[in-house]
């Protein structure tokens, strides 16, 4: 598990522990809201771990086929690639109070994959969970929200293979998303 996605696991237990102590003092809506959003940061968590999953076997793949991808083309599943295929990918932000983790989602086929998801999810769990840090918390949230406002990080599969694998190419230079 990846450092980052241990955040929203972090927020979870805290707020767990705040329903716990609230509810013995007889605050019981205090107690709903704080179990409802320990809930919610549990289900951040597993889907941010997701995509953390998803990118580690894109990353695979693109080791073991950058060459092909860079000299002509491949196949990615059911997606034919080229070193000009566009990628994008977004930002993600969550916070406990002190640490705020800088995450982003996996690499999507911009052309290819449904986008909107991932784009919806990654902002959802900025605005839950991004603003919490302190002191860099709410202006990493903004960053983020705006960047994928915009579109998320674009580059072609070209560049990302290269920066994967280390080999400098002119078609992975050259490409443009």
């Not at 911009?110 to 909107?116: G, I, K, T, V």
Request: proline share 6%.
């Amino acid at each position: 598990m990846k450092s980052p996605f241990r955040v929203p696991l972090l927020m979870s237990a805290l707020l767990v522990c705040m329903a716990v102590f609230l509810s013995a003092s007889e605050h019981d809506s205090a107690s709903k809201l704080a179990l409802l959003s320990a809930l919610l940061c549990a289900a951040a968590y597993l889907l941010l771990r997701r995509q953390g999953q998803q990118e580690e076997r894109f990353q695979l793949w693109l080791r073991a086929h950058g060459q092909a991808v860079l000299h002509g083309s491949a196949f990615y599943g059911p997606f034919h690639l080229t070193a000009e295929t566009p990628l994008v990918r977004y930002e993600v932000r969550a916070s406990a109070i002190l640490p705020t983790a800088r995450m982003q989602s996996r690499w999507i086929i911009a052309d290819q994959e449904p986008r909107a998801g991932v784009m919806l999810l990654c902002s959802g769990i900025t605005v839950l969970l991004g603003w919490w840090g302190i002191p860099y918390g709410p202006v990493e949230s903004v960053r983020a929200l705006l960047s994928n406002l915009r579109g998320g990080e674009r580059r072609a599969l070209g560049a990302v293979v290269w920066e994967t694998n280390g080999e400098p190419s002119s078609s992975a230079a050259s490409a443009k998303p």
